[in-house]
Every structure is written in structure tokens, then in C-alpha cells.
């Protein structure tokens, strides 16, 4: 089993900057693929990013130029760096973890609770 715990989020107004956090416990953090989805109210959870066990990372195209994801394996954390933020950012982030990098929600075994993120124009 892996837990996991984000924190970060918040309230911050369009052309901020936030940093999620995602913690993990319980099984070789090392091992483990990592993302970050998204799910905004009445929409389907999308993806945000991801990075494999070796460190190479994976955007959604829409949030490439913004958004950073990374990984501290000493720390057992990954993190979402989101800069230039808009309104439709606003959604409940969810870290995920599993043992091959994938774009698509069902490949994942392993989640937060999320954390709500708004972004206020």
C-alpha cells in the first residue's frame, strides 16, 4: 500500500503561483510513477502531469509552459509547481501514484484526498 497526502493548496488570484505537495508512505516511493490530476466541478478528472521512476516528466499540453512537476526521493515527495495561474485552474488536485507512468486516471492505483485549489480573477 501507498499513502499519500497532498498539501499546498489554496486561494490565490490569477497570475499567482502555488506549490503542491504530495507525500508518501508505506512502499519504495523510488519505484513509483507519479502524477497529478485535476477535477474542476461537473468536468471529468483530467491530467495535469506526471514523472516516472527516473525522473522524466509528462504535461498536459494546456499546462506545459506552467506548470512543473518534481520529484525529492529523500523526502518521499512530489511536487506541482503552478505559476501564472487562471480561473480555470480552479479544481480539487489529486497526487496518484503507481508503477508505470500513464495520462489516463485508470492507471493509477494509489491516491490522495486532493486539495482544493481556486484561483480568483
Known amino acids: 500500500q501507498v499513502q499519500l497526502v497532498e498539501s499546498g493548496g489554496g486561494l490565490v488570484q490569477a497570475g499567482g503561483s502555488l506549490r503542491l505537495s504530495c507525500a508518501a508512505s508505506?512502499?519504495?516511493?523510488?519505484?513509483?510513477?507519479m502524477a497529478w490530476f485535476r477535477q474542476a466541478p461537473g468536468k471529468e478528472r483530467e491530467f495535469v502531469a506526471a514523472?516516472?521512476?527516473?525522473?522524466?516528466?509528462y504535461y498536459a499540453d494546456s499546462m506545459k509552459a506552467r506548470f512543473t512537476i518534481s520529484r525529492d526521493n529523500a523526502k518521499n515527495t512530489v511536487y506541482l509547481q503552478m505559476n501564472s495561474l487562471k480561473a480555470e485552474d480552479t479544481a480539487v488536485y489529486y497526487c496518484?501514484?503507481?508503477?508505470?507512468?500513464?495520462?489516463?486516471?485508470?492507471?493509477?492505483?494509489?491516491w490522495g484526498q486532493g486539495i482544493q485549489v481556486t484561483v480568483s480573477s
Open positions: 496518484a501514484a503507481d508503477h508505470a507512468v500513464g495520462r489516463r486516471f485508470v492507471e493509477y492505483d494509489y
Open positions: 508505506g512502499r519504495t516511493f523510488s519505484r513509483f510513477a
Open positions: 514523472i516516472s521512476w527516473s525522473d522524466d516528466p
